[in-house]
């Protein structure tokens, strides 16, 4: 039946007891109904499906009837009340909707199987049905869920309400929208793209009645393509970017087009390389090029290293990569990838090389050297490491490195190790033992260090072991001698305080090393340098004499050796024996210098008594001769008397008055010494009595004579023999009355004091010739002392000369400690002429020539050991009171070589005399 076609309507009458009255003929076919027969059927067994005994009022509704042949047949069924004489009676309508039925359970079918989504909606886009496809693909349970929640095509299902609009708008211009591509929410928000296709259904008056629409779940499709295009996008951007060169050939290996990397690595712009062809760029002079087409039209693929060329004909080694893919149906084409791996090929030698170095140390390499896994697993050694372990290299490789470990060593070493691979640091150094493989054990310094890779991760451990057993060894040897040292250095350091001597020890600047207690009680030295911020340097504390020795220790690095000083700084009269020693440093060098101060006070003041046995008041001599003069000088000490000493210069005149004078009750006033010799006649009067201003040419100012400067001391008149007749009135004078006046002054001034004059020159001669005055000789000579020459008491000789000696020698600060006896028996046979004072200056001269130690032979004066040297008897060169001659004081400045001491010796009168007479004469 075509759909057009008007449907059969039978009708069929029913009593209210639902037994059938009537029956149209058309019911009557449908129903195989037969109401020939006496008895009509019921309703009910009509064969129709149940509850047609009461469809609802009004209202139609589908029933079936299974016909005996087993066909279906379909039919709406409607039912109407209808009184008829008063009975109640049913009118049901029959329309037999078979075909209908069957079609719109095909159309169903469709609805329901089919898996696009299909919608019909009225036209206002209110959902009528939607099929489970539908419904599934936005994610609902069913299509009942999905009209529930949306019930027509609002806004809220499409992710651009735009695209809605654009729909309706469509449908009402043209009836019908294809391929509209939207979004859809889905249930749970996530969308969907959907290809919608719609219509409107119209019926036969025109009106709209509805829009069915299919919707097709292209997702899949849209994703592929936003991948599709993604992929793309990324492509270009690789290849664009790629530091690679990237060329696209054409079937023919035409380059079609090239990459920006392409015309850095051959310095081609992409048309230039258009032009050049793959052939102007990849060399084929190895056939390289042949090959690698070849194999990329064999197998759609081709990778290995050519030779590339530069715009300037220059070759680069490349790796290339190509591949082949289908173009559009036509020949392939073909992508070459190309890297210019020059660098890479250079890095590579220089790797090559520097493994080989690597491999050359390590294995040639004096020092222990491995390679550990991380587990602590030889995985290479090298041949020293082999020599300190005993193993051979096969033994050793797969063998944990605790093996070799000393036990008591293990749990040190893994503690290191594991803080090593925890990073805690990159290398660590520490001494441990091996034990080696033949069970001795050696000690090794050991550094190790964890080898990363790139990404930091540790790859294995590098440990460079060194055998230092003989330096823990020695370092042990070393421990034990410095415990022993530290014993012998608290041994000294206890001797060092307990000593009775000073010790100052200096370094080679003389700065201050060390120094003990006693220093302070030996010398005020101490204090300084033992006090808080005492001075460091020795010279800069105290600059007596007594620190000489260690100037000169320091400066010969020898020894001094028993050199006596007597104290001038801060306790005088102390007199101390000085050593100095070099000190050496561990290497023997010279570092310093130890100066030990012996306090021998109380032995020297010993010695003096004794010495004073051999002499008086500074004056030594224990001779007959000598004795007497000293008895004299003791009874002058009782009287204040005059004084006239005689005797040859040199004898000690001068020495014997400061004696008298010292000795005498006048000690603590003024000795006032007057040479005699020394002034003219006119300058010694003024000298001895002071001048008034104006007295004569050159008197600018008042002048204190020195008669007035000696008051109540005393004065020493020496070569009184020289004074001219006129000032021995004067003097005369003041012996007698104590008297005097200043020249040009007529003023008399009291002169309280003791005169004591001495000469060399035999005065009763000169009173015989009328040059001295007689009464002035016995005023002078109330006591006189006569001083015998040193040749009359040879006895002397040995006393005087070590007195100076001593002196000397502490003076210049030398260790010189004897005469040897050849010297003692030179000084014994020597007549002296110029008497001790010749002796003195011999000692002198010893002193300076002798460095130390003993005076020799070599050290006098030449005159002493030489005889033709001898100077002439002094007698006969004593100068009168008019002076030596200009030839006396010439010949002997000759025989002395110009030398004014040794001339004066030989003259036999003092350095002085000499000059005053040289300038007398006007010898320059
Ligand atoms: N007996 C002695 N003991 C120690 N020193 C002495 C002795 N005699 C002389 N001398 C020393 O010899 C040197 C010369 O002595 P001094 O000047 O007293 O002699 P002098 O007789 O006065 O000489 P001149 O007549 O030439 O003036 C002085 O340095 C002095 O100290």
């Known amino acids: 039946?075509?759909?057009?076609?008007?449907?059969?309507?039978?009708?069929?009458?029913?009593?209210?007891?639902?037994?059938?009255?009537?029956?149209?003929?058309?019911?009557?076919?449908?129903?195989?109904?037969?109401?020939?027969?006496?008895?009509?059927?019921?309703?009910?067994?009509?064969?129709?499906?149940?509850?047609?005994?009461?469809?609802?009022?009004?209202?139609?509704?589908?029933?079936?009837?299974?016909?005996?042949?087993?066909?279906?047949?379909?039919?709406?069924?409607?039912?109407?009340?209808?009184?008829?004489?008063?009975?109640?009676?049913?009118?049901?309508?029959?329309?037999?909707?078979?075909?209908?039925?069957?079609?719109?359970?095909?159309?169903?079918?469709?609805?329901?199987?089919?898996?696009?989504?299909?919608?019909?909606?009225?036209?206002?886009?209110?959902?009528?049905?939607?099929?489970?496809?539908?419904?599934?693909?936005?994610?609902?349970?069913?299509?009942?869920?999905?009209?529930?929640?949306?019930?027509?095509?609002?806004?809220?299902?499409?992710?651009?309400?735009?695209?809605?609009?654009?729909?309706?708008?469509?449908?009402?211009?043209?009836?019908?929208?294809?391929?509209?591509?939207?979004?859809?929410?889905?249930?749970?928000?996530?969308?969907?793209?959907?290809?919608?296709?719609?219509?409107?259904?119209?019926?036969?008056?025109?009106?709209?009645?509805?829009?069915?629409?299919?919707?097709?779940?292209?997702?899949?499709?849209?994703?592929?393509?936003?991948?599709?295009?993604?992929?793309?996008?990324?492509?270009?951007?690789?290849?664009?970017?790629?530091?690679?060169?990237?060329?696209?050939?054409?079937?023919?290996?035409?380059?079609?087009?090239?990459?920006?990397?392409?015309?850095?690595?051959?310095?081609?712009?992409?048309?230039?390389?258009?032009?050049?062809?793959?052939?102007?760029?990849?060399?084929?002079?190895?056939?390289?090029?042949?090959?690698?087409?070849?194999?990329?039209?064999?197998?759609?693929?081709?990778?290995?290293?050519?030779?590339?060329?530069?715009?300037?004909?220059?070759?680069?080694?490349?790796?290339?990569?190509?591949?082949?893919?289908?173009?559009?149906?036509?020949?392939?084409?073909?992508?070459?990838?190309?890297?210019?791996?020059?660098?890479?090929?250079?890095?590579?030698?220089?790797?090559?090389?520097?493994?080989?170095?690597?491999?050359?140390?390590?294995?040639?390499?004096?020092?222990?050297?491995?390679?550990?896994?991380?587990?602590?697993?030889?995985?290479?050694?090298?041949?020293?490491?082999?020599r300190i372990t005993g193993y051979a290299a096969d033994e050793l490789v797969g063998m944990s490195m605790l093996h070799v470990t000393h036990p008591d060593d293990v749990a040190e070493t893994v503690a290191w190790a594991e803080r090593l691979l925890a990073g805690e640091f990159d290398r660590y150094e520490i001494d441990k033992r091996y034990v080696r493989q033949d069970g001795g054990t050696v000690w090794v310094h050991l550094s190790v260090r964890l080898i990363r890779d790139v990404a930091g991760r540790g790859l294995y451990l590098m440990p460079m072991v060194q055998d230092v057993t003989e330096r823990v060894r020695a370092e042990q040897e070393m421990r034990e001698l410095l415990a022993e040292k530290e014993g012998l250095r608290l041994n000294l350091e206890a001797i060092f305080r307990a000593i009775p001597d000073a010790i100052v020890v200096v370094d080679t600047k003389m700065r201050v090393v060390k120094t003990n207690r006693a220093l302070t009680d030996v010398c005020f030295v101490g204090d300084i340098l033992t006090g808080p911020g005492g001075q460091q340097v020795v010279s800069?504390?105290?600059?007596?004499?007594?620190?000489?020795?260690?100037?000169?220790?320091?400066?010969?690095?020898?020894?001094?050796?028993?050199?006596?000083?007597?104290?001038?700084?801060?306790?005088?009269?102390?007199?101390?024996?000085?050593?100095?020693?070099?000190?050496?440093?561990?290497?023997?060098?010279?570092?310093?210098?130890?100066?030990?101060?012996?306090?021998?006070?109380?032995?020297?003041?010993?010695?003096?008594?004794?010495?004073d046995l051999h002499g008086h008041r500074g004056i030594i001599g224990k001779s007959k001769l000598m004795r007497d003069v000293y008895t004299v000088l003791d009874q002058l000490g009782e009287v204040d008397t005059t004084v006239l000493i005689t005797g040859e210069s040199g004898t000690g005149k001068e020495l014997v008055a400061e004696a008298i004078h010292y000795g005498g009750v006048r000690a603590k006033k003024p000795l006032v010494k007057v040479n005699c010799s020394a002034l003219s006649d006119e300058l010694l009067g003024s000298e001895l009595f002071g001048h008034v201003r104006g007295a004569f040419t050159g008197a600018i100012r008042d002048k204190v004579g020195r008669f007035e400067a000696a008051q109540g001391g005393t004065i020493f008149l020496d070569e009184i023999g020289d004074v001219s007749p006129r000032l021995q009135l004067g003097l005369l004078r003041v012996l007698e009355s104590k008297e005097f006046e200043r020249v040009g002054e007529a003023k008399t001034r009291k002169a309280d004091v003791r005169v004591i004059a001495a000469t060399n020159v035999d005065l009763p001669a000169r009173i015989r010739a009328g040059l001295f005055r007689a009464d002035l000789y016995y005023r002078l000579k109330v006591v006189e002392v006569r001083l015998p020459p040193l040749r009359d008491r040879a006895e002397d000789i040995p006393l005087l000369s070590e007195h100076f000696m001593r002196q000397f020698a502490a003076n210049f600060g030398k260790a010189i400690t004897r005469l040897s006896e050849e010297v003692m028996g030179i000084l014994m046979d020597y007549p002296w002429p110029g008497n001790v004072r010749e002796l003195k200056y011999a000692m002198e001269h010893g002193c300076v020539l002798c460095p130390g130690g003993e005076i020799r032979a070599g050290h006098l004066p030449r005159e002493l050991s030489v005889p033709s040297c001898l100077p002439p008897p002094a007698e006969a060169l004593r100068p009168s009171r008019g002076g030596l001659s200009r030839e006396t004081i010439l010949s002997a400045l000759r025989e002395a070589r110009d030398n004014r001491s040794l001339a004066a010796r030989r003259l036999g009168i003092d350095r002085k005399t000499l000059y005053r007479n040289m300038a007398r004469l006007g010898i320059a």
């Not at 919608?196 to 292209?218: K, M, P, T």
């Not at 020795?549 to 801060?570: F, H, M, S």
Request: with cysteine.
């Open 540 to 611: 800069g504390a105290c600059r007596r004499g007594c620190f000489s020795a260690l100037r000169e220790t320091l400066a010969t690095q020898r020894p001094v050796i028993e050199y006596r000083v007597e104290c001038k700084g801060q306790n005088p009269g102390r007199v101390v024996v000085i050593n100095s020693m070099p000190l050496s440093g561990e290497s023997g060098q010279f570092v310093g210098a130890v100066l030990i101060i012996r306090d021998i006070t109380r032995l020297a003041d010993l010695e003096k008594r004794l010495t």
């Open 1 to 386: 039946m075509s759909p057009d076609a008007p449907l059969a309507v039978g009708v069929v009458l029913v009593g209210d007891d639902g037994v059938v009255a009537e029956a149209d003929a058309e019911a009557r076919r449908m129903l195989d109904l037969d109401l020939s027969g006496v008895v009509f059927p019921r309703w009910r067994d009509l064969g129709l499906t149940d509850s047609v005994q009461h469809p609802p009022a009004g209202r139609g509704m589908l029933v079936r009837r299974d016909d005996p042949d087993g066909s279906v047949r379909w039919y709406l069924l409607s039912k109407r009340p209808l009184r008829l004489a008063g009975e109640p009676l049913y009118v049901f309508s029959l329309a037999d909707v078979s075909s209908i039925k069957n079609d719109l359970d095909r159309f169903k079918g469709f609805f329901t199987n089919a898996v696009e989504g299909i919608f019909q909606s009225s036209p206002e886009g209110r959902f009528l049905a939607v099929n489970p496809a539908l419904a599934a693909i936005l994610g609902y349970d069913s299509p009942e869920d999905m009209i529930g929640a949306l019930t027509d095509l609002r806004s809220e299902l499409y992710v651009d309400p735009a695209d809605r609009d654009k729909l309706l708008d469509r449908l009402s211009r043209d009836g019908v929208v294809t391929g509209l591509e939207t979004r859809f929410y889905r249930k749970d928000r996530t969308i969907k793209w959907i290809s919608q296709a719609a219509r409107v259904v119209r019926d036969e008056r025109n009106e709209v009645r509805y829009i069915e629409g299919l919707n097709i779940d292209i997702t899949a499709r849209k994703q592929a393509e936003e991948a599709y295009n993604d992929i793309l996008e990324r492509y270009r951007s690789i290849v664009t970017g790629s530091i690679d060169g990237v060329i696209l050939c054409g079937a023919g290996g035409e380059v079609l087009t090239a990459n920006p990397e392409t015309e850095r690595i051959f310095g081609l712009s992409e048309s230039d390389l258009a032009l050049a062809g793959l052939a102007g760029v990849i060399s084929d002079a190895d056939g390289g090029l042949g090959r690698a087409l070849a194999t990329l039209s064999a197998t759609g693929r081709f990778r290995g290293e050519l030779t590339g060329i530069k715009a300037g004909g220059e070759t680069i080694p490349l790796e290339v990569s190509a591949s082949g893919f289908p173009h559009k149906g036509g020949p392939d084409h073909s992508v070459w990838i190309v890297r210019d791996v020059a660098d890479r090929k250079k890095a590579e030698s220089v790797l090559r090389e520097s493994e080989e170095k690597f491999r050359r140390t390590f294995d040639q390499s004096p020092i222990g050297a491995s390679i550990l896994s991380l587990d602590y697993r030889f995985l290479r050694v090298n041949d020293a490491l082999c």
